[in-house]
């Protein structure tokens, strides 16, 4: 009886290592990293779509251990992309991101962006920091064709790091987006979830995640944005990916998936 209880004490607690792992964060969830810490645009990184052409168009540069956009009136829209024929149809950005300069304007913005159409001139969904930096001005746009009119507040500072996250589920027909401080603990609710065919008819899904970079080629609108530490992922993550060191990259646990 007492071989009986050891050997079922062990497969106890056997099920329980295997319960504990399958409830661990699950790091494969993360498709694609880059941190840009070796100061060169990987081949991996699409800039010279058609929008990239146009009058004023985007300066993207990676230098310092980021990517910025330096043209401060660039036309909109201003993508940097990833494209991976094994992204799925579900999938999510996160993102460090500074703004350097700003000019409130209806064409000031910058973001993230998801489900990005080479069919349609390289629009998409988008979540973005729009027109202002204090008040309602967090937005999604369906590039080209509508606001979604739902506006936020978040307080966004000049030279300051923020995350900024969007997720698009093909399952629910929902998009979902926030924004916290680089520091902060992240927020565990989205800050906005709409229904993604709610504002300017729905889009199919790409394979094309991408940076918005800011636009802001009326009037005063003069911006300047960089990125830091960007990360794509599906419906599984991401997982503990916020946590930074010192010196403001992630956790050394993420450098064996980065992607370049």
Known sequence: MKSFKLVYGFHLAGMAIMLCLAAAPAFTKTLFHDDFSDNRLGPEWLVGHPQQEAVNAPQWVEDGGVLTQLEEASGDTTYAIVEDNSFPDAIGVMVKMRLETWG??????????????????????????????????????????????????????????????????????????KIWAVGDDEPTEWLKTLPYASFGGERQPTKLVGLNGGSGNVGSAANVVSFDDVIIFDSGGPDSLTPVEPGGKLATTWSAIKSK
């Open 104 to 177: 409130d304007n209806d064409r000031a913005r910058a973001g993230v962006g998801v489900w990005i159409d080479p069919d349609d001139n390289y629009n998409g969904y988008t979540w973005l920091v729009h027109e202002r930096l204090d008040d309602t001005n967090m937005e999604f746009l369906n590039d080209r064709r509508a606001w979604a009119n739902e506006e936020e507040t978040f307080l966004v500072e000049l030279n300051t790091w923020y995350w900024i996250s969007m997720f698009i589920d093909s399952g629910t027909g929902d998009i979902s987006g």
